[in-house]
């Protein structure tokens, strides 16, 4: 997603985050489109804060939440529920979902030279 | 590392994550060496529960601790603190590290067929 960083911007803790862990089946069958569509649907969703993705061999996602409320309307929208449905049935072999809350946090940026 | 799990196996919640996604400079320079050699040390380290790891673009690692005093230990042992600070010399354009309470988790491995 070039519309947002790479390293999630967030606030000072508390805050949560959702460290999704998965790895795939075999072959993209809509996956990639799916998984951009759900970026963009989140980022619009009340108390979303921001989000981190990596895929090799296995993908973390790391969603940031100002609450559990926020967590528990994304959960329930339409189309995420439907995602997370196919996502059972064909893309992958494998997840598990943590919900945590972020008690501490800091950071290094490189100075430019 | 052949010999974890993609995905890490955790206790029941409650336990620690940190979540640490980084942006890299050009090239090795040691860099791969030393963070299998850090994934080594920190399993042996007490209260490791587990770790996750991927790198696209963004490196994000997940590390797994049964409680904040094994985490506070961790980032104190030389050879860590060695790498922290090579870490901000060389081989980070950025990073963030989020200290988070793991309260729920659930999963899903798909049935073999």
């Known amino acids: 997603m070039s519309e947002t960083p790479a390293i999630a911007v967030t606030p000072e803790p508390p805050y949560y985050a959702v460290i999704f862990t998965s790895t795939r089946t075999e072959g993209d069958r809509g996956y990639?489109?799916?998984a951009d569509e759900m970026?963009?649907?989140?980022?619009a969703q009340p108390?979303?804060?921001?989000?981190e993705s990596a895929r090799d061999g296995v993908g973390?996602?790391?969603s940031y939440w100002r609450?559990?409320?926020?967590?528990?309307?994304w959960k329930r929208v339409a189309d995420h529920l439907a995602a997370q449905r196919q996502g059972r049935e064909t893309w992958y072999a494998q997840y598990e979902?943590?919900?945590a809350k972020v008690e501490r946090a800091y950071g290094?940026?490189?100075e430019e030279v």
């Open 32 to 34: 990639g489109s799916m």
């Open 39 to 43: 970026v963009r649907m989140a980022a």
């Open 47 to 51: 108390g979303f804060l921001g989000v």
């Open 60 to 62: 973390i996602t790391v």
């Open 67 to 73: 609450d559990l409320e926020s967590i528990a309307l």
């Open 97 to 99: 979902v943590r919900i």
């Open 108 to 110: 290094f940026q490189r």
